[in-house]
């Protein structure tokens, strides 16, 4: 066990549907990342919230959004999803140069 | 824009042997570099970081990187294969500035294939 945990580990969902990933950081680690693993694009960084506040964004579509909450777990929302959108998504969270894995959400668009 | 570039897509050794994975950093910065390994179906697990502390950095199961600042280099290294070696390594830059700081910039994987 890493210490980030996220849920659900798979997801299947149709075409033109929304989803919600969630991600719990590791205990003490404001930052949180979340990241995109497809075949084509490799890993891709989506988007950095830092307690509480959009820090960066990457490569993420005007169809994803994200936040994170007082708590400071956070959640990815993707929406009017497509089947290119197929990918394992995976949330880090960090202090200072250590930077912890979740073992990624698999979303299948069907 | 800092950036990895992994220079074999796969690499493929016989158990017993030493592997190499190569991989060149851009950075006009003094870069912190990763090296993360996924096993099939499996998350992203760290395998050792420089942070410009000593130039050779040793890892976990064996592996050990040396950070060559003339030759822009971090290669991955391991005297002698395991079949459980057999993953995805990703080379990874911390991002210095602008919209990449403090974001982790991974290459494009190296697989590595440990045959028996």
């Known amino acids: 066990d890493s210490g980030v945990t996220q849920t659900p580990k798979h997801l299947i969902t149709a075409t033109g549907q929304r989803v919600t990933l969630r991600c719990s950081p590791r205990s003490g680690d404001l930052s949180v990342y979340w990241y995109q693993q497809s075949l084509d694009q490799g890993l891709q960084f989506l988007i950095q919230?830092?307690?509480?506040?959009?820090?960066a964004k990457g490569n993420i579509l005007e169809r994803f959004s994200a936040q994170q909450f007082p708590d400071l777990h956070s959640e990815l929302n993707l929406s009017s999803l497509e089947l290119g959108d197929s990918a394992l998504y995976f949330c880090?969270?960090?202090?200072?140069?250590?930077?912890?894995f979740g073992s990624g959400t698999r979303l299948t668009v069907v | 824009a800092q950036s990895v570039t992994q220079l074999d897509s796969h690499v493929s050794v016989s158990e017993g042997t030493p592997v190499l994975l190569r991989c060149n950093y851009s950075?006009?910065?003094?870069?912190?570099l990763f090296w993360y390994v996924q096993h099939p179906n499996k998350g992203l697990q760290l395998l050792l970081k420089?942070?410009?502390?000593?130039?050779l950095v040793k890892g976990i199961n064996g592996f050990e990187a040396e950070f060559k600042k003339s030759e822009t280099s971090f290669h991955l290294t391991k005297p002698s294969a395991h079949m459980s070696d057999a993953a995805e390594y990703f080379c990874v830059v911390r991002g210095f500035y602008g919209g990449s700081q403090g974001n982790l910039i991974f290459g494009k994987g190296t697989k590595l294939s440990v045959k028996p």
């Open positions: 880090a969270s960090s202090v200072e140069f250590r930077y912890t």
């Open positions: 420089y942070t410009s502390a000593a130039t």
């Open positions: 919230y830092y307690n509480g506040e959009e820090r």
């Open positions: 950075s006009s910065y003094s870069p912190s």
